[in-house]
C-alpha cells in the first residue's frame, strides 16, 4: 500500500472492543489449548456454553478460521470508544454492505446457517438480534477482564507512539510485526492474500493493538473507511499471570480488613457467592463491601447469566499496584 504525506498524516491508533471479540470468541469456540489465554478460557468458557452463546449468532458468523465480516469492525471514530459506541456502528451497517460480506463468507463456508439467512433477508430488523448477542458475550466474556486487557493495549500504544517521536514512522512500521515492512513510502503485507491498492481504500491507516488476534495479523480495508490493520499487542504474554498479592495490612487501615481482602481476592472476577467461600466472609458482608467499593469506583459488577460477576477496575489495579510498590 502507497503512502502520501496526507495518508502518513492520517496515521493513527485506536483500541477497539470489537477488535477483541471475534479473535477471543474463535479463542472460546476452539479444542486447541492456547499457551497464553488458557486461564481466561478455563474460566469464560463454561459461562459462554451455559448461556448457549456458542450456538448463537456468533458461532454462525465466526469459523474456526478464515474470514470474519467486515461489518462486524466498524472503523473506530475515537482513540477508545465505549463498546456501545461499536454496537450502534454495527446497527448503522447500510445494508447492501451487510449483505455483501454475508455473500463474500457464504462463498468462504459454502453456506449460511439459518440465522444468516435471515440477516441476508432482512438486516434491518436481524441486526438488533445480533447486536444484542454481541452486548451479552462482551459482559459475561471480555467486560469483567476489561480493564487489565486495556492496561496492555494502552501499554502498547503509548511504546508505539515514543518510537515514533524517537525514531520516525518508518521505524515503528518496520517494529511493528516480522510480516510488515516499510520501504519507500510503501507498507508491505508480506502474507496477505491479496493486495491493499491505496485507490481501494480510504486516506490514512488504523493502526489497532489485540490481545487475542493471535501471532498473526488481520486487516480490513473497506472504503471510505481508512485501512484498518489490527495486530498483536507488546506484553499479551504476561495477561493472565498472577500478581502478588498486596498484604491486609497496607491498604485494610485506608480500606478496611474485609474490603482490602476481596480486591486481592479479585485477580480474578467472581461473584458474591464465590467471594464469600475463598474469604470466610458472610455473603451479606461481602455484598455490603462490594456496594462500597462499586460506589468508590474500584469494582465493576457484570451479568453472566443468573450470576453477577464482579471485577477490579483499572483504578483498583492503580491503587494495588501502588501499594505493593
Known sequence: MAFSANDLAQVRFAVSPMWEVAPSFRLLTSTGVHPVHRPWVEQVRPRMVAAGLDRGWLAELIGSSGYVPDFLNPAPGRPAPAPAAEWDAILASPVDRVRQDLEHLARHQGHLGPRLSSLHADPSSRLAKLTQEIENYWELALAPYWARIRAVLDADVFHRARTVAEHGAGHLFNDLHTSVSWDDNTLTLVRRK????????????LLIPSAFTGPGLRTRVRPPDPPQL????????????????TTTGTLAPVLGRSRTLLLTELETPASTTELARRTGLSPAGVSQSLTALRNAGLVSAHRAGRSVLYARTAAAEALLEAASS
Open 230 to 245: 489490527a495486530y498483536p499487542a507488546r506484553g499479551v504474554g504476561t495477561l493472565w499471570e498472577t500478581r502478588s498479592a
Open 194 to 205: 491479496r493486495n491493499m491498492p491505496r485507490q481501494s481504500a480510504g486516506a490514512g491507516l
